[in-house]
T-cell receptor, first 115, second 112 residues
C-alpha cells in the first residue's frame, strides 16, 4: 500500500500569491491533519479533517484554509503568502481518532519557499 | 495549554555510545507520548509510543518510559549507530485537542 503522498514536493512562490498543497492519506484512513514545520522547530498543528469536516484548528490566520474530499484526500490553501510562510508543510493521516493512541503516519512534506 | 520541552542539541556521539535525549511535558489530562524521527529530506516517522503512566515504548533498540511523576519521556539507546543520525522529536497527544504537540527536536550525529 502507498503511504501518505504529498504534492508538490517543492514549491517557490512570490509574496502575495496563493498556494495549494495536496495530500492523499493511507488507504482506509479517514482523518488528515496538516502541520507546518519551520526550519529548526517542531511541527505546528494547522488543521485536522475527518469525514470532510474540520475537527480542529491551530493558531493560524484565516489566510490558511483546507478541505477534505469524499475520497479523504485533502488540500491546504494559503492566501496572500508572507515570507514567514516558508516552511515544510506536513500531512499526516490516521484512522479516525486513533492518533491519540497510535500516532500519525506522515508524508514527506511539501517544501514551500516564499520569495 | 500543552507543551513539550526537549534537551537542546545538537548531540554528537561516537558509534556504540549510550544515548539519552531528555523530554519533559506539560499537559492537562492524560496524554499519550511519542518519539518521532526525521531523516534528512523526509517527513517524520513514528519511533515509539506510550499511552499511560509507567508504560515503556521500545523499537529498534530505542526505549522511553512514561513517567507521570516527573512528567518525562526520555529517549535512550544503549549503543548508537551511524545510521541513527537524525532529528528526534518528542510529542504528546490528548483526546481533547485532536492534535499533537511537538518539541523543537534534537539533532543527533553519530560519528564512526
Amino acid at each position: 500500500d502507498a503511504g501518505v503522498t504529498q504534492s508538490p514536493t517543492h514549491l517557490i512562490k512570490t509574496r502575495g500569491q496563493q498556494v495549494t498543497l495536496r495530500c492523499s492519506p493511507i488507504s482506509g484512513h479517514k482523518s488528515v491533519s496538516w502541520y507546518q514545520q519551520v526550519l529548526g522547530q517542531g511541527p505546528q498543528f494547522i488543521f485536522q479533517y475527518y469525514e470532510k469536516e474540520e475537527r480542529g484548528r491551530g493558531n493560524f490566520p484565516d489566510r490558511f484554509s483546507a478541505r477534505q474530499f469524499p475520497n479523504y484526500s485533502s488540500e491546504l490553501n494559503v492566501n496572500a503568502l508572507l515570507l514567514g510562510d516558508s516552511a515544510l508543510y506536513l500531512c499526516a493521516s490516521s484512522a479516525a481518532g486513533t492518533e491519540v493512541y497510535y500516532g500519525y503516519t506522515f508524508g514527506s512534506g511539501t517544501r514551500l519557499t516564499v520569495v | 495549554g500543552n507543551s513539550v520541552t526537549q534537551m537542546e542539541g545538537p548531540v554528537t556521539l561516537s558509534e556504540e555510545a549510550f544515548l539519552t535525549i531528555n523530554c519533559t511535558y506539560t499537559a492537562t489530562g492524560y496524554p499519550s507520548l511519542f518519539w518521532y524521527v526525521q531523516y534528512p529530506g523526509e517527513g517524520l516517522q513514528l519511533l515509539l509510543k506510550a499511552t499511560k503512566a509507567d508504560d515503556k515504548g521500545s523499537n529498534k533498540g530505542f526505549e522511553a518510559t512514561y513517567r507521570k511523576e516527573t512528567t518525562s519521556f526520555h529517549l535512550e539507546k544503549g549503543s548508537v549507530q551511524v545510521s541513527d543520525s537524525a532529528v528526534y522529536f518528542c510529542a504528546l497527544s490528548d483526546t481533547n485537542a485532536g492534535k499533537s504537540t511537538f518539541g523543537d527536536g534534537t539533532t543527533l550525529t553519530v560519528k564512526p
